[in-house]
């Protein structure tokens, strides 16, 4: 059963900021690129980033471009996205999805807030 | 960026009647859409990729149609799990990935 959990969300001050990690379970991690998608409160779906399967290859919003960066430990099964230079704008649930051509599997979400 | 719009944002049916939602992209993506469904306080589902193939484990009663611009998901009989908010994805030409702005199916 494929299992993604994500985790390092809370509340942080603008220009602060967090990394967010999805540890997966169940498939086979390396053989597929992942992404961190995000959903402002009462908003819609927004692609954030996205990361090949060795991770040699990342995408980026342009409204992240340069502030957030993504990156995997296939050792550890794990996703992670640092934020910074967070602001109020990046306030959202993000989520971390299973690319498969399409995201097949996603996460239950952990909330940022981004306020003073 | 290709850009999705979903009509009608909002759409109020009674259980057992057949849902029809739109979703128009600004320049082609052949077949490359997916359809996802929402219900509050979970994560996205995946329901129909490329067009019109229904995801592992998803009722014969959602069907997807459409090529080039125009897309649409069809319910064919609203049970009371269906109320939700359902949006549409493109992987045509990315980045970015682009999703529309959902349209909320509820109840009449």
């Known amino acids: 059963e494929v299992q993604m959990l994500e985790s390092g969300g809370g509340l942080v001050q603008p220009g602060g900021s967090l990394r967010l990690s999805c540890a997966d379970s169940g498939f086979t991690f390396s053989t597929y690129a992942m992404s961190w998608v995000r959903q402002a409160p009462g908003k819609g779906l927004v692609w954030v980033s996205g990361i090949s399967g060795s991770g040699d290859s990342t995408y980026y919003a342009d409204s992240v471009k340069g502030r957030f960066t993504i990156s995997r430990d296939n050792s550890k099964n794990t996703l992670y996205l640092q934020m910074n230079s967070l602001r109020a704008e990046d306030t959202a649930v993000y989520y971390c999805?299973?690319?498969?051509?399409?995201?097949?599997?996603w996460g239950q979400g952990t909330l940022v807030t981004v306020s003073s | 960026e290709i850009v999705l719009t979903q009509s009608p944002a909002t759409l109020s049916l009674f259980p057992g009647e057949r849902a029809n939602l739109s979703c128009r992209a600004s320049?082609?993506?052949?077949?490359?859409l997916a359809w996802y469904q929402q219900k509050p306080g979970q994560a996205p589902r995946l329901l129909i990729y490329d067009a019109s193939n229904r995801a592992t484990g998803i009722p014969a009663r959602f069907s997807g149609s459409g090529s080039g611009t125009d897309f649409t998901l069809t319910i064919s009989s609203l049970e009371p799990e269906d109320f939700a908010v359902y949006y549409c994805?493109?992987?045509?030409?990315?980045?970015?990935?682009?999703f529309g702005g959902g349209t909320k199916v509820e109840i009449k």
């Open positions: 994805q493109q992987r045509s030409n990315w980045p970015p990935l682009t």
């Open positions: 999805a299973k690319w498969n051509n399409w995201f097949d599997y």
């Open positions: 320049q082609s993506v052949s077949r490359y």
